[in-house]
Structure formats: C-alpha cells, structure tokens
C-alpha cells in the first residue's frame, strides 16, 4: 500500500497510458503531409495515391469526424486527436503496417505542422496552391459561419478581400517557415511541372506523379 501511495505521490501509481510511452512516430518513418485549402482537391490527390502507389493516405483526420480505425478512445473526438496526434500517427503507421503514411492538412493547422517537423521521423510537406473565386470564397465564408444568405452585398463586398488576405496569410507563413522539405503544386501549373513536386514529395517515378497530376477535373470546385 504505501509503496502504491508513494508512487501515486510522484504521479507513477499505475503504468503510464499507451498513448504517453511514445514521444515519437519513429525515426526510419516518412510522413508526407499534403497541405490544401480545397480539401476536395487534396482527397482526389489523397485517393490517387492510395490508387497507384503502395503509400497509406488519410484525409483530414484533425478536421473531420470518422476516417480512423478504434484505437483505444483517442480518437473519439477531434480535441483528443489534436492532443494526442503524434500518438495517433504513430498508430496510423502500425496499423497500416507501413513506414510511409501521407495525410491531408488544411493550411490553417500550422501547428501541427511544426510539431510533426520536429519529430525524430523524416517530413515533407506539399501545398497544393488553388485559385479561389469570389463565389468559391463566398460559399467558404458561408461554410464557416462569417456569412449567410441575408448578408448584404456591401457586407460581402468588405468581407471577400480579408478572407483572401487570410488566405494569402497560411500559404506565406508555410513558406516563411522554412521546413526542411516544402514544395508545391500549383493550379496555374502544368501537369509536368506539378508532376516533378510529386514525385519528389511522394518519392516516386516521374511517369507515376504525371499520372496523378493528370487526373481528371483535379481543380475542379
């Protein structure tokens, strides 16, 4: 009893919880994360992956519901994946018993970014840059709960350029930051000169990223 009270004391009473005993994803890992505002344009990569290359791809796992096998209650709820996301990613390995696992961020989760940068494990990060339209931003603000279908048109004139300006803001602060491995797709590109940031981000051969940076209606909204 007293040496289970003493234990307790210093917080070591029971063993600690398996989501606490690993810090790390693992140094020989390789975690790819595709960064993308449209998240329907990074699923549609995201899914071309899992198609024509033998690297797991999971989407906006820290975004969205769903999408995750049982792994103990940590990923009940988006907060618990947030605080627990190194644990959840180094599951997300074992479990599709690879070494290679490639995931969908939206570029608002710099955060996790980071955290996963200075991990012991191998990281590189793509951001597919997308054109954004007035109506593309106007559903966006919609979406998020900035406007509605009564807001005045003057309200939405002031309110477009600031979510733009945000928008500008997460891809400059990615940039800004230096990550060891960064590299981009982008809209205006070609599908070659998007293929070659493929096959860099993704490790493959330039015939495979032509492949996937081809897909049909890749940009499409």
């Known amino acids: 009893f007293r040496f289970l009270t ?3 004391r210093v917080g070591r009473r029971f063993a600690p919880r398996f989501w606490e005993t690993e810090s790390s994803l693992g140094r020989e890992r390789v975690l790819m994360m595709l960064v993308c ?4 344009v990074a699923k549609r990569i995201a899914d071309q992956v899992r198609s024509k290359t033998d690297i797991p791809a999971v989407e906006y796992i820290f975004n969205e519901a769903g999408g995750l096998p049982p792994m103990g209650g940590i990923e009940t709820t988006l907060e618990k994946r947030n605080r627990h996301r190194r644990a959840i990613m180094r599951m997300l390995f074992d ?4 070494d290679k696992l490639l995931i969908c961020l939206d570029p608002a989760a710099f955060d996790l970014m980071q955290d996963f940068v200075s991990d012991k494990a191998v990281t590189r990060i793509l951001e597919v840059e997308c054109s954004f339209s007035d109506d593309y931003l106007l559903g966006h ?5 900035l406007a509605g279908d009564r807001t005045p048109q003057e309200v939405i004139d002031r309110l477009l ?3 733009r300006y945000d928008l500008r803001f997460e891809s400059d602060r990615m940039r800004d930051a230096r990550f060891p491995v960064f590299l981009q797709m982008r809209e205006t590109e070609s599908p070659e000169s998007n293929a070659v940031a493929l096959a860099q981000f993704l490790e493959i051969g330039q015939e495979n990223a032509e492949q996937i940076a081809r897909t049909d209606h890749l940009f499409a909204d």
């Open 141 to 145: 603000a919609r979406r998020v709960g």
């Open 95 to 98: 479990y599709h018993k690879s």
């Open 6 to 8: 003493g234990r307790g």
């Open 37 to 40: 505002k449209k998240w329907h």
């Open 161 to 163: 350029p600031t979510i």
